[in-house]
């Protein structure tokens, strides 16, 4: 499987945007990079996840380098509910729905 | 609330024993996944069901066994118990017509293992 790495914990304050970062350097031409983001005491939730194109949706958006081995979650106003762990995850499309889940980012929001 | 329903909340046990884990999908989702969770050893794929059928299998110990039965529901039971299998055990499920890829996870049922 194709691996992900992202810094073990990230720090910003509220309201400012907040850039997390995933290098993927194996990535394959069938991988989709999804992100999930675990609040405390919850199960994960889908954030957002694209291929090759930038992506926006209602609660990030996600830019992909040009050679897809890198990824920028991008949080635009960091409110103290985006205090979670968040998962950079390459899906293989040939493998079904089935994910793989690295270490994560910690992201602490202060006020 | 993702949808996903597990039961128990909170279990307490003790070694060499065995538990059930239940989870309920969100209503018209065909897959379910179960997880887990501990301290070392982060998010953990286990096993996959589809409409009843073993999908893909994971990290599972041969102690664990599953089954997703006729109205979807799905159950883990975890025997022979250890110190170990202590974790946060998530089922999540998903539709073949929703987002490739996004998966609803429940709460999760908390083992600790005495």
């Known amino acids: 499987d194709a691996k992900t790495t992202q810094p073990n914990s990230m720090e910003s304050n509220e309201e400012e945007p907040v850039h997390l970062p995933c290098n993927h350097s194996?990535?394959?031409?069938?991988?989709?990079i999804h992100w999930y983001r675990q609040l405390p005491s919850q199960g994960p939730e889908y954030v957002i996840h694209?291929?090759?194109s930038n992506v926006n949706n209602r609660m990030a958006s996600l830019a992909i380098a040009e050679d897809r081995k890198s990824s920028t979650l991008i949080l635009h106003r960091a409110t103290l509910r985006d205090a979670a762990v968040y998962y950079c995850?390459?899906?293989?499309?040939?493998?079904?729905?089935?994910?793989?889940f690295g270490g994560g980012t910690r992201l602490m929001v202060k006020p | 609330d993702s949808g996903v329903t597990q039961t128990p909340k909170h279990l307490i046990t003790a070694t060499g024993q065995r538990v059930t884990l239940r989870c309920s999908p969100r209503?018209?989702?065909?897959?379910v996944y179960w997880y887990q969770q501990s301290l070392d050893q982060g998010l953990q794929f286990l096993i996959q069901?589809?409409?009843?059928?073993?999908?893909a299998k994971g990290n599972i110990l041969e102690r664990f066994s599953a089954q997703q039965f006729p109205d979807l529901h799905s159950e883990l039971n975890l025997s022979s118990l250890e110190l170990g299998d202590s974790a946060l055990y998530f089922c999540?499920?998903?539709?073949?017509?929703?987002?490739?890829?996004?998966?609803?996870f429940g709460e999760g049922s908390r083992l600790t293992v005495l």
């Open positions: 995850i390459l899906r293989d499309n040939n493998a079904g729905n089935m994910l793989t």
């Open positions: 194996t990535i394959s031409g069938t991988d989709y």
């Open positions: 694209g291929l090759t």
């Open positions: 069901y589809y409409n009843g059928e073993e999908r």
């Open positions: 999540a499920s998903s539709v073949p017509s929703g987002i490739p890829g996004e998966l609803f």
């Open positions: 209503s018209g989702d065909l897959s």
